[in-house]
């Protein structure tokens, strides 16, 4: 089940501050070697017999866990940008509102440099072989998510109590204000198209509003996959727990192990096949860490398996994605290849 909500303009402030409010721990060290990698896939469609089309693929670069983190937060901050831009437009300040809108824009370029890059090359010959057709066209996959599956519930009834529509939200809140199963993604590239015009009409206030008001409209979606429902659960279980470690409170920190570990038994269930070897990996990753909990490293090691269970949500189309695994101490990681593909 694949259900999708846009982000009406009317609820943009509240959304931005429950943004902010979100901490993530972040890494803002980018390895030069992902920059370095590339890989190449050749595909050629036609008999030849008139024309026969070859589409070169050349991807380059890799996305951490660390960065995909570091892209998320970025792409929070970049909303907060976006809706004090429009709230200072209201208010006729054109100045506070370009800064606003610059320092968006500089944000998008940030984000658009951790993400990898992958170079289509089209080219069309006809049958002596003379090129008739070539094209290049450089492509991301810059739909951000935000939380990575991990929405909470004071997140999200910000929005439906902006809105007054719960229509909307049919089948995203959940009863008894549990855990919203979702994921929000930012079309970084629509919405640099947006501030660039937005920009352009600084002048006219509301004109430049109403280009970023479809940042928020067009430009941020909702995602509810109830399958991955588990995943949520074990990954808040999984941050409880390495934060416990961090401060010592070993017995709570054991305690949520023990529902994470339930957690991804149930999410083994559901995916079957889909979920490979890498979830019964971790879940034996998690029993054996359970009685080493105050050994250096635990907390670290429990991180490294959040962002291994932030790989296995449904990814939608064109989703910026966790191209690196995380070894786990007697786990070889499959997440990235067998399960957040499917």
């Excluded at 008999?47 to 983190?69: I, M, N, W, Y």
Aim: glycine letters at 6%.
């Amino acid at each position: 089940m694949n259900t999708k909500f846009s982000l009406t303009h009317g609820c943009a402030a509240s959304f931005a501050a429950a943004l902010v409010a979100v901490t993530l721990a972040l890494s803002v060290v980018r390895s030069s070697a992902a920059e370095s990698t590339a890989n190449v896939s050749t595909n050629i469609y036609g008999s030849g017999k008139q024309f026969k089309t070859t589409v070169e693929r050349r991807s380059q670069g890799d996305l951490s866990a660390e960065d995909l983190h570091q892209a998320s937060l970025l792409a929070s901050q970049f909303l907060t940008h976006v809706n004090q831009a429009i709230q200072e437009l209201a208010d006729m300040h054109t100045d506070t509102a370009q800064n606003n809108i610059e320092k968006a824009q500089s944000l998008a370029k940030v984000v658009h440099g951790l993400l990898p890059t992958t170079i289509v090359t089209t080219t069309v010959k006809d049958a002596a072989g003379k090129e008739i057709y070539h094209d290049e066209q450089q492509v991301q996959d810059d739909q951000i998510p935000i939380f990575m599956g991990d929405v909470a519930m004071e997140v999200v009834e910000p929005i439906v109590e902006a809105k007054k529509d719960e229509a909307a939200l049919k089948g995203v809140k959940l009863a008894d204000a549990q855990v919203i199963h979702t994921a929000v993604l930012v079309d970084l590239n629509y919405a640099e198209r947006k501030l660039k015009r937005a920009m352009d009409l600084i002048t006219k206030p509301q004109e430049a509003s109403t280009e970023l008001a479809l940042i928020q409209s067009d430009g941020v979606h909702f995602y509810a996959h109830p399958e991955d429902n588990p995943l949520v659960e074990a990954q808040q279980a999984l941050r409880l727990a390495e934060r416990m470690v961090r401060e010592k409170k070993f017995e709570g920190a054991n305690s949520n192990l023990v529902t994470a570990k339930l957690q991804l038994e149930a999410y083994r269930a559901l995916a079957g096949s889909d979920a490979g070897t890498a979830v019964a990996d971790m879940e034996k990753a998690i029993q054996n860490l359970s009685g080493e909990l105050q050994t250096p490293g635990a907390g670290d090691q429990i991180r490294r398996m959040w962002d291994n269970v932030t790989g296995w949500f449904k990814r939608e189309s064109g989703q910026a994605h966790q191209t690196t695994t995380n070894s786990l101490p007697g786990i070889m990681t499959n997440s990235v290849s067998s399960i957040s593909s499917r």
